[in-house]
């Protein structure tokens, strides 16, 4: 039977479902939660991320207040609940222990510098979600949806989707502005920030180019592996790890030889981190992932593993009903169960796991100080073995 290595080495069963899923046992999912949970929390760095984004959006509520407190307060609230109300930190994390493993002595002005990747991180979920027509995000309704509602709720005039859709694209652009003002304001040095910001920036361009490639892609209905693994690396794969690790290199003024090391960590690492993603949005459980079950085939997502599929001449008869936002349960089984029937689902972990493997010994041959390659090497293995 199929299975999925745990932190520890050992090997779990991988349960498969009636709609073709592949379900973990608890014990699986919950020593993924706590070795997550375990490097995320060293240093107590989510906690003081949490902290510098929540003074920070504090002092953008007050400016908004200023300016009209009735009309900008559910821009504030809905900005609050998206960033402060869940996240991994994942972001944070990578740039921080980049920062760390450099020799970079611990700081709270790092810490708030590199919080500002979470608001670059909000704004390309907002935009996504707009893109994708998502009803959800984290379990809630998705930003759009969100001031449809209120546009409905308070009958005002004209389309009410209308209006939740461009509120959605300007509060994904507040937050995109938010972020950089995050990270002038942070407290770091001018001359350090002249070094970090032009992997900030290209940062920045990487995913929101990332994300127009993603959009023309499903537009054109290119099937290819490579196409999506292109998509995977400038949508997610670049902006999650290695950049954040490369700003952290960066704020700790890294030599090069250190920089190239990260970044033969983090490009691979990343792509398997998209990767899990993918199938994560087939296969997840929604109550863990916060959006409905198979959502990336409603949308028509042309994934990596979706592409595995249609490589497979049984799995043509994919193209038929992908991208259908009328897709009812059962057919999601029956498209869960030919990824799965056409080797797509299978070549998929062992790409992750090759990924994962690659980024692991690249991170073993780094000069990295010891416990940064500690926690690097947990973070690693909990982005690629997440259930949501």
């Not at 991208?323 to 089984?333: E, K, R, Y």
């Amino acid at each position: 039977m199929p299975g999925c290595p745990n932190p520890r080495g050992r090997i779990f069963p991988v349960h498969r479902t009636a709609a073709g899923s592949d379900r973990q046992p608890r014990a699986f999912r919950a020593s993924v939660v706590a070795v997550t949970h375990a490097f995320l929390d060293r240093v107590d760095l989510r906690t003081r991320v949490q902290r510098a984004l929540d003074d920070f959006l504090r002092g953008r509520r007050a400016r908004l207040s200023e300016i009209e407190p009735e009309a900008l307060a559910p821009v504030s609230d809905a900005i609050e609940a998206l960033v402060l109300g869940g996240g991994k930190r994942l972001r944070p994390a990578f740039a921080y222990w980049g920062y760390r493993g450099a020799g970079g002595a611990d700081d709270d002005v790092v810490v708030a510098a590199v919080a500002s990747l979470e608001l670059v991180q909000a704004s390309a979920l907002i935009h996504d979600d707009v893109m994708d027509g998502s009803e959800t995000r984290r379990g809630e309704p998705a930003t759009h949806r969100r001031f449809a509602k209120l546009h409905a709720e308070a009958g005002w005039r004209g389309e009410a989707d209308g209006f939740g859709t461009a509120s959605a694209i300007l509060l994904g652009d507040l937050c995109l502005v938010w972020s950089d003002e995050l990270l002038h304001t942070s407290g770091v040095d001018p001359v350090t920030l002249a070094r970090a910001r032009p992997v900030f920036d290209e940062m920045r361009t990487e995913v929101t180019i990332g994300q127009y490639l993603d959009m023309q892609t499903q537009a054109t209905g290119d099937t290819s592996t490579a196409r999506a693994g292109l998509v995977a690396r400038y949508k997610s794969a670049k902006y999650t790890i290695e950049r954040p690790l490369l700003f952290g290199a960066a704020l700790a003024g890294a030599p090069a030889g250190l920089a190239a090391s990260y970044s033969a960590f983090g490009l691979p690492l990343g792509e398997a981190f998209q990767l899990r993603d993918d199938v994560l949005g087939v296969f997840g459980d929604p109550a863990v992932t916060g959006k409905p079950a198979g959502d990336d085939l409603r949308e028509g997502k042309r994934t990596y593993l979706v592409a595995a599929a249609m490589e497979h001449p049984d799995g043509q008869a994919l193209d038929e009903r992908l991208g259908d936002p009328d897709l009812d349960a059962d057919g999601v089984t029956r498209l869960r169960e030919m990824i799965v029937s056409t080797g797509a689902l299978e070549r998929t972990e062992e790409r992750i796991a090759a990924l994962t493997a690659a980024a692991l010994e690249a991170l073993r041959a780094a000069d990295v100080t010891a416990e940064a390659r500690e926690v690097l090497e947990g973070l690693a293995r909990a982005a690629t073995q997440r259930a949501g």
